[in-house]
C-alpha cells in the first residue's frame, strides 16, 4: 500500500515536469518508464532540446517494455506469441536477446520469463499477497527463459507455452540508460549525469573539471538517506537492487520484489543490497539482480565470465560491507 501510495506521488510529481537551469548545468527530471528519471548536462544553447530528445526517447522505450501497461509491445508478446511468433521491434528483440544471454550467464538467477511470478506477488501493487505454495509451484516450470524462443534471422518472439511471460523489470531501466547515453553521445554531449530511480550513470568527467565522479551508495539498514559506501568514478554505470525498494511485511517477515527464479519466493540470504559498477547499465541493472540471488559466494564464482574491471558491493543485513572486483 505505502509502495503504491508513492508510486501515485511521484507520477503526480513527473506530470509536472522539472527543468532548470544552475550553475552552467541543465536538467529535466520525468516520470517515465516506471520510475523518476533524471538528466543533468552541462548547459549549452541547445541542451534543452537535447534534454526534451532524452524523455521522448524514453517514453518511446517505456511503450515498448513496460510491463505494466497492456498496450505495450511487450504486453502484446506476452499475451499473443504463444500462439505464433511475433514479429518485434529492435529494442525489444535485442533486449529480450541480452536478457536470455544474462540468464545462461548467472545460471539462470536473473530470468525474463519470471513475468507470471512477480504478476502472482504483485509486489508494490495494490494486489500484492503471499500466494499459496500450489500456484508458486504451479508458475515455476513455466518461469524459464528456455520458453522463450528467438528467431535472429525475423526477430520473432515465441513463448513455448501460454503461461510464459516475460517480465524486464530487473534490466529495463539499464537498458534506456545505455540508450540515453548513446543519444547524449551523438549530440556531441561527453559529460552527463542520468539518474532513473537509482540506476545510475556518470557519463565522461565530473562537469567543468578533470575529475571523477563521486557516487553514493545508501546504506540500507539505516531508514535516512545515510550513505554506506561512495565510489569515485567516471563514464560507467552504478546499480544497486536492495531489500528496502519493494516489500511488504506479513508476521514479521519481510517480502521483497527481488524473487529467486529457483523457489518463486522473494530471496532470503544475509544481504541487504547489491551494487555493481560497470560499463553497461543494462549489465549492472540485470546483475545487481543477479548476484542478489546468487548471494556473495556464487557471485564470486560467476563473477570472471563478465566485463573486466566490473565491481561488485555486498552490503549485509548487519551492516558490514564487501567488495569483489574482476581482475
Ligand atoms: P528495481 O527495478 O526496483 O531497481 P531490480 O532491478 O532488482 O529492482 O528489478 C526488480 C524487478 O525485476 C521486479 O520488480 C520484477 O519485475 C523483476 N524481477 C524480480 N526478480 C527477478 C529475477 N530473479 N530475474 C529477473 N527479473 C526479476
Ligand atoms: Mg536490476
Known amino acids: ?94 533486449l529480450v536477446a541480452l536478457s536470455k544471454k544474462i540468464s545462461e550467464q548467472t545460471d539462470g538467477a ?34 524459464v527463459s528456455d520458453n ?16 510464459t511471460k516475460i ?36 557519463l565522461g568527467k565530473k562537469f567543468f573539471t578533470d575529475e571523477d565522479w563521486t557516487v553514493g551508495i545508501r546504506n540500507p539498514a539505516r531508514k535516512n538517506t545515510e550513505l554506506a559506501f561512495s565510489l569515485k568514478v567516471n563514464d560507467t554505470s552504478v546499480v544497486t537492487s536492495g531489500i528496502y525498494e519493494r516489500f511488504f511485511f506479513k508476521d514479521g517477515i519481510r517480502y521483497h520484489h527481488v524473487l529467486d527464479p529457483k523457489t518463486g519466493y522473494p530471496v532470503r540470504n544475509n544481504l541487504a543490497s547489491v551494487s555493481v559498477v560497470c560499463k553497461s547499465s543494462a549489465y549492472a541493472d540485470a546483475l545487481a539482480t543477479a548476484f542478489f540471488v546468487l548471494g556473495y559466494e556464487k557471485t564470486k564464482a560467476v563473477l570472471p565470465r563478465f566485463e573486466k574491471n566490473m565491481r561488485v558491493i555486498f552490503i549485509f543485513a548487519d551492516g558490514s560491507i564487501e567488495e569483489l572486483r574482476n581482475m
Open 1 to 94: 500500500m505505502k509502495h503504491c501510495l508513492k508510486i501515485i506521488l511521484l507520477a503526480l510529481l513527473g506530470s509536472l515536469l522539472i527543468a532548470c537551469r544552475h550553475n552552467g548545468i541543465s536538467e529535466r527530471t520525468e516520470f517515465v518508464i516506471g520510475t523518476v528519471c533524471t538528466v543533468k548536462i552541462p548547459q549549452t544553447t541547445s541542451a534543452e532540446n537535447i534534454l526534451k530528445d532524452c524523455f521522448s526517447e524514453l517514453q518511446r522505450l517505456e511503450t515498448i517494455l513496460s510491463a505494466n501497461s497492456n498496450s505495450s509491445e511487450l504486453a502484446r508478446v506476452n499475451t499473443t506469441a504463444h500462439k505464433k511468433p511475433v514479429a518485434v521491434s529492435d529494442e525489444l528483440f535485442e
Open 110 to 143: 536473473f530470468d525474463p520469463a519470471i513475468g507470471a511470478l512477480v504478476k502472482l506477488w504483485g509486489i508494490g501493487f495494490e494486489n500484492e499477497r503471499i500466494p499459496e505454495q500450489a500456484e508458486i509451484e504451479a508458475a515455476l516450470p513455466f518461469a
Open 167 to 202: 517480465d524486464l523489470g530487473a534490466i529495463a531501466k539499464g537498458y534506456a540508460a545505455d540508450k540515453i547515453v548513446m543519444l547524449l553521445k551523438k549530440q556531441g554531449v561527453h559529460s552527463a549525469v542520468l539518474d532513473f530511480g537509482g540506476n545510475v550513470f556518470v
Open 148 to 163: 522463450i524462443a528467438l528467431n535472429m534471422q525475423t526477430k520473432e518472439i515465441f513463448l513455448r507455452s501460454k503461461n
